[in-house]
């Protein structure tokens, strides 16, 4: 993903980075990398969340696991992963950043993601 992103993508690209987002807005998420996850807001907002370092435990099939003592998920909090099939939760995994993404960006990374993926 970061070489994707570094080839595709020039900082100019990218919304606002944000220290944190409001998870009552979160809709959906999709894990995209073990370091990269998306969020999808309802505010039609997505986010690309950048987590150090990259979480090994993270695979795509896994079930995001967030737990907050606010209703704001910020830097530096952590996602933990749930095994989908035998139910076993994962490593915690750090967050190190949120991007604002457009839908365009978004829908580009998943289809470089994909290609990169049949290699």
Do not use: W
């Amino acid at each position: 993903m970061d070489q994707i992103l570094a080839e595709t993508l020039t900082e100019e690209d990218y919304g606002d980075v944000t220290r944190c987002i409001d998870m009552k807005r979160v809709r959906s998420s999709k894990i995209l990398d073990r370091q990269h996850v998306a969020f999808r807001s309802s505010n039609r907002r997505i986010y690309l969340v950048k987590l150090i370092p990259p979480c090994r435990s993270l695979d795509y099939d896994d079930v995001l696991s967030i737990s907050s003592n606010s209703n704001r998920l910020c830097r530096l909090d952590s996602i933990n992963t749930i095994d989908r099939a035998s139910g076993i939760p994962g490593v915690p995994c750090q967050i190190d950043s949120f991007r604002q993404i457009s839908k365009e960006q978004y829908d580009f990374l998943r289809e470089e993601l994909k290609k990169h993926r049949n290699r």
